[in-house]
């Protein structure tokens, strides 16, 4: 993603990397991104993995609770 719009900044999110940024620069990258194509299909296969290693771990904490 060239951008991801959370419309506000949670403690959570911060803990993700999320940044809060002031409107002027959010408009200034919002056009480009737009503009962009996305392709899922170009993930290689680490990227993938880490995906679907994270995905494991919240299945198994859940599991606990």
């Known amino acids: 993603y060239a951008l991801l719009d959370t419309q506000f900044l949670t403690p959570h ?6 940044l ?3 409107r002027s ?4 990258k ?4 737009v503009l962009q194509r996305g ?5 290689d ?12 771990i919240l299945i198994r904490s859940r ?3």
């Open 45 to 56: 296969a680490a990227t993938h993995a880490r995906g679907r290693d994270i995905l494991e």
């Open 30 to 33: 919002l056009y480009p991104a």
């Open 13 to 18: 999110l911060a803990s993700l990397g999320g």
């Open 25 to 28: 620069v959010y408009q200034s």
């Open 63 to 65: 599991r606990k609770d």
């Open 39 to 43: 392709n899922f299909a170009a993930l």
């Open 20 to 22: 809060e940024i002031p």
